[in-house]
C-alpha cells in the first residue's frame, strides 16, 4: 500500500464562521509542493435562493500578497473540476473540492456572497500533495487583508 501520509500536508485556511459578506479565507504558500486540493465546507445556510447564495472563488498571487487586490481569480483551466453556487436548501451540508494546477505561488478562496444570507457556515481547508521533500511539512498559511 502506498503511503499518503508523509506525502500530503493540510493547512486550515478559515476557521468554521457565519459568512454573510464577501469574505476572503488565509492563503496558503505552495512552495514544496506540486499539487493542492481545495475543500470548502459548507453547513446550514439560510436563506438560499437564486438571489441570496455563496459562491466559493480561487484566487492566486505570484508574490506575498499584501492586500485583496493582489490576487486574480484562477483561470477555469488551471482549476480540475469546479466550485458552484450553494442557491437551494438542498445544497448546503455539503463539501465542495476544486484541484489547482496553476504556477502562482499563493492561493486563497474567496467566499463571494451575494444578496442577502443571514447565515451561512462555512470553513476553508486546503491539501498539499505530491511534496519535493517528504516526509510533506506544514504549509505556511498567512491573512489576506
Known amino acids: 500500500m502506498k503511503d ?3 506525502n500530503i500536508a493540510v493547512a486550515h485556511l478559515l476557521d468554521a464562521q457565519d459568512i454573510t459578506a464577501d469574505t476572503y479565507s488565509n492563503y496558503v504558500d505552495l512552495a514544496g ?6 475543500l470548502v465546507n459548507f453547513g446550514a445556510a439560510t436563506p438560499l435562493s437564486g438571489s441570496a447564495y455563496m459562491t466559493p472563488k480561487l484566487y492566486e498571487a ?10 486574480s481569480a484562477v483561470a477555469t483551466g488551471d482549476l480540475l473540476g ?4 450553494i ?8 463539501t ?24 451561512c457556515l462555512v ?9 519535493r521533500d517528504a516526509p510533506a511539512a506544514a504549509p505556511t498559511t498567512g491573512t489576506v487583508t
Do not use: M
Not at 87 to 93: F, K, L, T, V, Y
Not at 123 to 131: Q, R
Open 62 to 71: 505570484s508574490v506575498t500578497p499584501t492586500a485583496t487586490g493582489s490576487y
Open 33 to 38: 509542493y506540486e499539487g493542492a486540493e481545495f
Open 82 to 85: 469546479s466550485f458552484t453556487a
Open 96 to 119: 465542495q473540492r476544486v484541484g489547482y494546477r496553476g504556477s502562482k505561488r499563493y492561493v486563497c478562496v474567496l467566499l463571494d456572497e451575494t444578496g442577502s444570507l443571514t447565515s
Open 4 to 6: 499518503l501520509h508523509n
Open 87 to 94: 442557491d437551494a436548501q438542498s445544497e448546503d451540508q455539503t
Open 123 to 131: 470553513s476553508v481547508d486546503a491539501v498539499l500533495g505530491i511534496p
